[in-house]
């Protein structure tokens, strides 16, 4: 099945310490999305790329970065993670469809401790 | 600031009934607009799409748009305790390729 995979699906980080997330998927969708979510909060945009083009969202940190080498793939860098990054990070994607729609991965859920 | 806003709930039905789910935008422009199902500690689901005004149906999800009153509900038949989820809201507006905009979502509790 066509799909979006993140891994890993649990992450533990300690304080300022880099981590990479991960995102692939198998729907040949060009537009790839991370977003950030804390619990009972709506997801956060932090960036997305269209194509190769990369966009980044006015109000996220520098500490965030990302790479996607190719169609398949993007990631994640969190370059210094500190205590307030603890969240669920989401991929998504969406092709050349009417309305884009945005297909989500299954997240991962960073502790940072 | 664009912004989408949902009553955060909780809302409580009881099993059998229809559960009601509203959302407003601020964009006039706004041209596509979402319904996702998330349980907790999962990601978003994709249960409806809707972008002209009217209703849409499929099974036993309806969405409902009135882009005058810039108002998009989501109507849940025959509610189950497995329909016990957070309901978010999102709205794409700028254009087909302007990003989702989401609401915080609303919680149903579904009760047997």
């Known amino acids: 099945d066509a799909m979006v995979i993140q891994n890993p699906r649990y992450q533990v980080t300690q304080f300022g310490k880099p981590v990479t997330l991960s995102c692939s998927q198998t729907l040949n969708h060009n537009v790839m999305y991370w977003y950030q979510q804390k619990s009972s909060q709506a997801p956060k945009l932090l960036f997305h790329y269209y194509d190769k083009d990369f966009n980044n969202e006015a109000d996220t940190p520098d500490n965030f970065q990302s790479r996607r080498p190719n169609t398949s793939f993007c990631f994640l860098d969190i370059r210094s993670p500190g205590l307030g990054d603890a969240a669920m990070y989401l991929c998504?994607?969406?092709?050349?469809?009417?309305?884009?729609?945005?297909?989500f991965g299954p997240g991962t859920r960073l502790t940072v401790t | 600031q664009k912004e989408v806003e949902q009553n955060s709930g909780p809302l409580s039905v009881p099993e059998g009934a229809i559960a009601s789910l509203n959302c407003t935008y601020s964009d006039r422009g706004s041209q596509s607009f979402f319904w996702y199902r998330q349980y907790s500690g999962k990601s978003p689901e994709l249960i409806m799409f809707?972008?002209?005004?009217g209703d849409k149906e499929d099974g036993r999800f309806t969405a409902q748009l009135n882009k005058a009153s810039q108002y998009v509900s989501l109507l849940i038949r025959d509610s189950q305790p497995s329909d016990s989820a957070t309901y978010l809201c999102?709205?794409?507006?700028?254009?087909?390729?302007?990003?989702?905009?989401f609401g915080k979502g609303t919680k149903l509790s579904v009760k047997p």
């Open positions: 998504a994607t969406s092709g050349q469809t009417d309305g884009n729609e945005q297909y």
């Open positions: 999102a709205v794409r507006s700028g254009g087909s390729q302007g990003n989702l905009i």
């Open positions: 809707i972008y002209s005004n």
